[in-house]
């Protein structure tokens, strides 16, 4: 996790913004649920009227209002309206106040709507009870009778109310209020007793929901604004389609939030994809020998595409994700808590189940993620072998044993990947149990809540949409959870070749070359490959002057290559030293060094681009007289002029579309174009012919009077007029001179003479051989 954040630092001002575009996104997301609560209560059972104070009361009822009130609150109410002919109006608009008033005002107006429509049963229960009068009498008697022994003008009107099995029925009221107030100014009731009466009213009401309370005072509110002529039919759709607008509005900011989101997030996964790349790559390149002997190319390949690829997606996943789910789970548990649903103990339960599920599937498909990633490098590397070795492998008719090997290894990446993905696929049926019988669990859990009247039919839809968000937040993070793994081994596995640093660097404080002459001089070097047991190349001592050729001869395997890899520092001394004009080459910048040699490989490598690009590589600003006669001296003139597009004839990777002849004279005209100091030609003549061999070290002899040349070759005939030859037997020098020299005192090199050359060629007596033999 720590590597996979590492990567990330270098971009803090893009997840800054990405963290800021997620608040917005999340701010949306979170405030969606509670708009269509609102539409619910509010819009469609609340007729689109938000607080308990009628918006027009008539000239009646807003006297009659005041009944139940106390002082202070008769005057809150005179004070927020204004008369308006035969109507008041609200002249309080604020919101905060509005919300103040409705919290003072609740319980006399609520309780003035209970008493505007009595139901005949309850209201000649009270009238027997304030009056002492006979309850069977007045069970004969009519609401207008009861009124005229009162001297109170009353009568009865029909209204629609539940029963309680919640079927709606039709039932005949009276408005008590007309009677209290006729009371009241009879002197039959004081102020104090009929504002005792809230005392019973309030504690019947702490018995009810506080939602449905309120929605009784708003009901109350649409009665009053009804009669007053306001269109609450107008006020309803006004308020669905400004509320519907807003979350149309918070839907597209969040679709923006959420595009820009994606658009950061991805150019951050590909910049961190970017810099492993060069990372690397630039490590790579840097790298001896010694290191690329320890990674396998398809294992390299695989961490440059592969586990980088891995680490790309993760990151670009990991910044919308990991960062958006706690802000989604915050908001959403603190959203859950302003409901006050009291339900919080549902969505714990389900927390706690999801983790503990997801830790079992972790658990079960963990190690099979670590194995996955060495398995793709297994696949890469048979792969690369068969295509590299393709034509060896039809020469020996093997193409069914390597199928077998190839299949072999594909099914073993096969196994694996079905076994994480099976496991995988319990996941998201698993999670939609959960958040299934989450949601029964909170409609079943509501709908008590509702039927006791402590919540509202929106209250509970936002609930759900609320706990779906925070389950989904933990969802998100057992998600990346399950991705976290693999990206975590890549990262592991990046990271250990960005941490391997090369055995063979620039020194501290490196020298500057201070001549260019091109003599180098190998003291008493030894040699020995790393976790080696014995040295491959021991007591090397001599010295390859300028204008003179010095030629490497020996039996395969006795350590010639080697010995010249030791030049450019493809590998380090393990003992005595080379120098190069006097100077430690240890202590030379590589890139000074290297810019001494023309350095031509056992097998010639070409790159591909045109014949041009690959003469010029070691020169760019080579001139086109330069590199054709680079390529004259090294005979490939010809092959090259006989194409149609001359050296801007295309080269393929690798140089596939030429002969191995005319690849190793291409490697040969590159190093000549380079007018080097140092020829280094490590067997590069092997696949030229005698006449051609020839031909080329007799030009080449013209062009490099001045350079120091060595010759590796396996043949005499090459090395034949060479002004020193140092015979290799076992990695050490056993012979040196020149031909003539080593043909009298140096057994090694007579018997492989004796194996090339004639008798004549040789310049003695065929007896002489037979004698020797």
Not at 118 to 134: L, N, Y
Not at 351 to 364: E, K, P, R
Not at 432 to 453: E, P, Q, S, Y
Not at 553 to 566: D, E, F, Q, R
Request: charged fraction near 25%.
């Amino acid at each position: 996790m720590s590597k996979i954040f590492k990567n990330m630092l270098p971009y803090w001002k893009g997840l800054i913004i990405v963290v800021a575009l997620l608040v917005v996104q999340a701010w949306c997301d979170l405030s969606l649920p509670a708009y269509t609560s609102d539409i619910i209560d509010v819009g469609i059972q609340n007729k689109g009227v938000e607080h308990v104070l009628p918006e027009a009361v008539t000239e009646d009822e807003f006297t009659l209002a005041q009944l139940f009130m106390a002082d202070e609150e008769k005057e809150s109410w005179e004070n927020s309206y204004e008369k308006d002919g035969d109507v008041y109006r609200l002249t309080v608009t604020d919101k905060k106040q509005l919300d103040e008033l409705d919290d003072t005002l609740l319980l006399p107006l609520l309780m003035n709507y209970q008493m505007s429509s009595v139901d005949e049963q309850t209201f000649k229960e009270s009238v027997a009870k304030q009056t002492g009068m006979d309850q069977a009498m007045l069970d004969n008697m009519s609401i207008e009778q009861i009124g005229e022994s009162m001297g109170v003008p009353l009568t009865s009107f029909e209204k629609e109310v539940e029963d309680d099995d919640g079927n709606t029925v039709v039932t005949n009221c009276v408005d008590m209020r007309t009677i209290f107030a006729a009371m009241e100014a009879s002197g039959a009731m004081t102020e104090e007793q009929i504002l005792s009466m809230r005392d019973t009213v309030s504690d019947t009401i702490d018995t009810m929901g506080s939602s449905l309370v309120k929605s009784m005072g708003i009901a109350y509110a649409v009665s009053c604004d009804t009669a007053a002529g306001v269109d609450i039919d107008k006020v309803q759709t006004s308020y669905l389609w400004s509320a519907g607008g807003r979350m149309v509005a918070m839907a597209l900011l969040m679709g923006v939030a959420t595009v820009l989101v994606g658009f950061f997030g991805a150019r951050i996964g590909a910049g961190i994809g970017r810099d492993l790349r060069g990372k690397i790559f630039g490590q790579v390149v840097r790298f001896s020998n010694a290191e690329m002997d320890h990674f396998s190319t398809a294992s390299l390949i695989t961490r440059s595409t592969n586990d980088i690829q891995q680490i790309q997606m993760v990151s670009a996943v990991m910044i919308r994700m990991v960062a958006y789910a706690p802000i989604l789970g915050i908001g959403g548990v603190l959203k859950i808590i302003q409901t006050g649903a009291g339900m919080g103990w549902i969505i714990i339960l389900a927390i706690l189940v999801i983790l503990g599920y997801v830790m079992v599937l972790m658990s079960v498909t963990m190690p099979r993620f670590k194995l996955m990633q060495k398995l793709v490098d297994k696949i890469n590397l048979v792969s690369r072998e068969i295509l590299t070795g393709l034509s060896v492998i039809r020469a020996f008719g093997r193409e069914t044993e390597e199928e077998k090997r190839f299949d072999a290894a594909n099914k073993d990446l096969t196994k694996t990947m079905l076994f994480t993905n099976r496991v995988m696929t319990f996941m998201m049926p698993g999670m939609m149990l959960i958040m299934n019988l989450l949601t029964v669990g909170i409609v079943w859990v509501g709908a008590h809540k509702i039927d006791a009247g402590s919540m509202q039919v929106g209250s509970m839809t936002a609930f759900i949409t609320y706990a779906m968000m925070i389950v989904m937040a933990f969802l998100m993070l057992t998600a990346m959870s399950i991705m976290l793994p693999r990206a975590a081994v890549a990262a592991e596995r990046i990271d250990e070749v960005i941490r391997t640093e090369s055995s063979i660097e620039d020194a501290k404080n490196p020298e500057e070359l201070r001549e260019h002459k091109g003599v180098i001089r190998f003291s008493h070097v030894s040699f020995r490959y790393p976790g080696a047991e014995a040295d491959v190349l021991e007591d090397i001592d001599f010295t390859a002057e300028p204008g003179k050729t010095t030629a490497i001869i020996g039996s395969t395997g006795c350590g010639k290559s080697t010995l010249v890899n030791l030049i450019p520092r493809l590998y380090d001394v393990t003992g005595g030293s080379v120098t190069l004009d006097g100077q430690d080459i240890r202590n030379i910048r590589m890139e000074d060094l290297r810019e001494e040699i023309g350095f031509v490989p056992q097998k010639g490598v070409l790159f591909s681009g045109t014949i041009a690009s690959n003469l010029r590589f070691g020169k760019r600003d080579a001139s086109d007289e330069e590199i054709k006669e680079a390529a004259a001296i090294a005979q490939a003139a010809d092959f090259i002029e006989e194409k149609q597009e001359k050296y801007d004839s295309d080269i393929a990777q690798g140089g596939s579309n030429v002969s191995g002849g005319q690849k190793q004279r291409l490697a040969i005209a590159r190093a000549i174009a380079k007018q080097p100091k140092i020829y280094v030609f490590d067997d590069s003549f092997s696949a030229l012919d005698l006449k051609t061999d020839a031909a080329l070290r007799k030009a080449l002899a013209s062009k490099v009077k001045d350079s120091t040349v060595i010759i590796v070759a396996q043949r005499i005939s090459t090395i034949l007029h060479a002004e020193q030859i140092l015979v290799l037997d076992d990695g050490k020098i056993v012979g040196k001179g020149t031909h003539e020299e080593l043909l009298k005192n140096c057994e090694t090199y007579q018997q492989i003479a004796r194996s090339q050359l004639s008798a004549k060629e040789l310049g003695i007596e065929e007896s002489e051989v037979s004698v020797n033999e």
